[in-house]
């Protein structure tokens, strides 16, 4: 009979563990809701979430509409991205404020070791490139 009222104490305890996790959860999304733009939220949600937006849909103009913090945030993400082998980020390299992409990518392009799929990419990236060189 201990054994088995333990074992539905046990139960009940973890069920609440479980309850109060997703309720901490849920506190840090609504955290995150309330402190980033409404422009941050959509850019960053929609390169994490799919390549294909990198690849298609970046407008430069919107590293404009978000704040100067959230650019820095948002740049690491992007910067890391590529440097862990996402090519498709290869077009949103060259605008960023923090890192020198256009640089990295002309680096990339005369290295050897890189692929000649990623040299494609990347020309293309650098021949789209309107904002000139980083000083």
């Known amino acids: 009979m201990d054994k088995i009222i333990f074992i539905s104490v046990l139960g009940v305890l973890l069920g609440l563990i479980k309850v109060l996790s997703l309720i901490r959860q849920k506190s840090k999304e609504k955290e995150?809701?309330?402190?980033?733009?409404?422009?941050?939220?959509?850019?960053?949600?929609?390169?994490?979430?799919s390549?294909?937006?990198?690849?298609t849909e970046f407008y430069p103009e919107s590293?404009?509409?978000?704040?100067?913090?959230?650019?820095?945030?948002?740049?690491?993400f992007i910067w890391n991205r590529y440097l862990r082998g996402t090519i498709k980020f290869a077009?949103?390299?060259?605008y960023l404020k923090k890192y020198d992409g256009a640089g990295k990518l002309r680096e990339d392009l005369l290295s050897p070791d890189t692929?000649?799929?990623?040299?494609?990419?990347?020309?293309?990236?650098?021949?789209?490139?309107?904002?000139?060189?980083?000083?």
Request: glycine letters at 6%; charged letters at 40%.
């Open 32 to 49: 995150w809701e309330a402190v980033h733009s409404k422009e941050f939220k959509r850019f960053y949600r929609a390169v994490g979430n």
């Open 63 to 76: 590293f404009d509409k978000i704040y100067e913090w959230e650019r820095d945030e948002l740049e690491d």
């Open 91 to 94: 077009r949103i390299l060259p």
């Open 115 to 135: 692929p000649e799929g990623w040299k494609k990419e990347i020309s293309f990236a650098l021949d789209n490139f309107k904002g000139g060189t980083k000083s």
């Open 51 to 55: 390549y294909e937006y990198a690849y």
